[in-house]
């Protein structure tokens, strides 16, 4: 359940500081932006091709609100279209495309797992979203990849994985995410037309 109360604020990298970058995807059972492999709420926000072996799936959504607490307290962070955007670029340049691990386990690397798609949705370009994944925000970053290790694609076809996370180092703003784009209120109505639709 979302709080409203707490604040919301924008994480990113800075292109300029090699101290702030996105160097692994992984694969989780519980996926931060909480959309998985599976279906949600009717829609399917996965696509697995046996015949290829190949797993689609919601890298980063974009402008959801992801919870977090620390010594700082209670509040939500956002990736925005264009911090997506960085960290697309970021990722490319510096060949981390095959960078997969397991649980954020650094120790626990995806052998046999090779990224053959990355894409941005941006709809000012053009670019939409696949039929499968239509209803993601725009400026989400969707990946497909491949996989040669069959014990972990079956791992991941029986929901014991279940969605992808990145990690990295990010830079915050500390000034709260302020954006008509978003608001808890447009959060709140998207959710109880969700509801509605089952």
């Known amino acids: 359940m979302i709080n409203t109360n707490l604040p919301i604020y924008e994480i990113m990298i800075d292109l300029d500081d090699p101290n702030t970058f996105v160097d692994f995807n992984s694969l989780v059972h519980d996926p931060a932006h909480e959309i998985s492999f599976e279906t949600f709420s009717n829609v399917v926000r996965y696509h697995f091709n046996d015949d290829e ?33 960085d960290i697309i670029h970021d990722y490319a340049r510096n060949n981390r495309f095959n960078n997969v691990n397991i649980e954020h386990n650094s120790k626990d690397l ?22 499968r994944f239509k209803d993601v925000s725009d400026g989400s970053w969707l990946t497909t990849y491949k996989f040669e290790n069959e014990e972990l ?46």
């Open 110 to 131: 995806a052998e046999g797992v090779f990224m053959i798609g990355s894409y941005q949705v941006d709809e000012s370009k053009g670019f939409t979203a696949p039929e």
């Open 153 to 198: 694609y079956q791992r991941i076809k029986s929901g014991e994985v279940s969605g992808f996370s990145i990690e990295g180092t990010f830079v915050m703003d500390a000034s709260e995410f302020n954006s008509d784009k978003i608001t808890f209120e447009s959060i709140i109505d998207e959710l109880i037309e969700l509801v509605d639709k089952k």
């Open 53 to 85: 072996r190949t797993v689609s799936g919601v890298a980063i959504s974009a402008d959801t609100p992801i919870y977090r607490r620390d010594d700082s307290g209670e509040y939500y962070v956002v990736f925005t279209k264009k911090a997506i955007k």
